[in-house]
């Protein structure tokens, strides 16, 4: 008979060693290294690990029987960025004071790292997960998958995944930002943002989109480059929008890396002897470290990420504590964004 896991319940080692037609100790083996196990034999058991989606359980023997982790495992897209530093701070700090810990980690928006991520988690018994989607394959965040294991997406969606997330009001937003440009008088509004099926990338877009439209502004491609993932490419689109023969007198960007390439860009010709009333003003979507101090105005959509987090720790510890980990609708919590200047 061929091993199969229940839906909702995680495979165990026996599971496995059924299913690959072999003992639990060389599945063992095999997990450990494959000691003294033939190749093809290892490679039946992998197999079987990946058609069984079976993790290890890393606690396994840290925890008596009923014990739970104490464990809250948080995956960001880029841990370089202070953004989600303060985002996971947010997190922490909501479930600190229910006496539970975060392990945190990093995707950098690969979806293969964050699928390993997640089996590492879940490897680790974390009692739920908080996670910033890379955007890629989500077949890995399906409840099924993840057993009694509750998950909160964060900034983002994943369509077709019914689960709790947090987002931010981004087409009010971006919309809010370009209109502030519009109603200072700029006609010509570059656009910078990060890829095009980046679920926040999108709805930002729509945002910038719909202030155009509602103000009869055709929309000029070349004014619009949107794939851009870190400031170094950022400041490189910078560069190409005010070589243009029209450049935009003004940049809508639509997260904090782009503002920061942009300023970047701006700094350089600054340095070069241009003139500062030539550069394009600049809204951020996200503000950025010592936005305040540029050399050309700066308005930012702004937002606390450590609510954010806080917000997405609270959706989560609420399904933990009232014992409806799957059931009951998924919730979909929006965030609000206002519009300010920028500080040091």
């Known amino acids: ?7 909702g319940k995680q495979p165990t080692i026996k599971e496995v060693a059924l299913r690959a037609g072999v003992s639990p100790m060389t599945v063992s083996r ?4 494959g000691a003294n196990v033939r190749p093809e034999i290892q490679e039946r058991v992998l197999e079987a690990v990946r058609e069984l989606g079976y993790r290890r359980n890393e606690n396994a023997r840290s925890l008596r029987p009923g014990q739970t982790s104490g464990l809250i495992g948080v995956a960001i897209t880029n841990l370089g960025n202070p953004y989600y530093g303060n985002f996971a701070l947010g997190v ?3 479930v600190a004071a229910t006496g539970r810990r975060i392990i945190l980690g990093n995707t950098g928006g690969d979806p293969a790292r964050e699928r390993q991520l997640v089996a590492d988690f879940l490897g680790r018994q974390v009692e739920g997960l908080v996670l910033v989607p890379s955007g890629g394959p989500s077949d890995h965040l399906r409840p099924e998958r993840l057993g009694d294991v509750p998950l909160v997406l964060a900034s983002r969606r994943i369509y077709g995944l019914d689960v709790d997330a947090v987002l931010l009001d981004d087409v009010g937003g971006a919309y809010r930002g370009t209109l502030a440009l519009l109603d200072a008088g700029h006609t010509r509004i570059g656009y ?13 877009y729509e945002g910038y989109l ?6 009869g502004i055709p929309l000029d491609p070349a004014l619009v480059l949107r794939e851009q ?3 170094d490419s950022a400041s490189e689109a910078t560069r190409r929008l005010l070589d243009l023969d029209e450049p935009p007198t003004a940049i809508f960007s639509a997260n904090n890396r782009n503002s920061i390439g942009a300023l970047h860009e701006i700094g350089r010709r600054l340095r070069a002897g241009a003139d500062a009333a030539d550069l394009p003003e600049l809204v951020s979507f996200d503000d950025f470290e010592l936005a305040g101090l540029m050399p050309v105005p700066v308005t930012v959509v702004d937002h606390d990420p450590r609510e954010l987090g806080r917000e997405a720790a609270k959706l989560l510890l609420s399904r933990l504590g009232n014992g409806d980990r799957h059931r009951g609708p998924a919730r979909l919590v929006e965030m609000p964004v206002r519009l300010a200047p920028a500080v040091g």
């Open 1 to 7: 008979m061929v091993g199969v896991a229940h839906p």
């Open 30 to 33: 095999t997990l450990a290294g």
């Open 92 to 94: 922490e700090e909501a």
């Open 192 to 204: 910078l943002g990060n890829v095009s099926s980046a679920f926040t990338g999108g709805r930002r």
């Open 210 to 215: 719909h202030a155009l439209e509602e103000r």
């Open 229 to 231: 993932q870190d400031a």
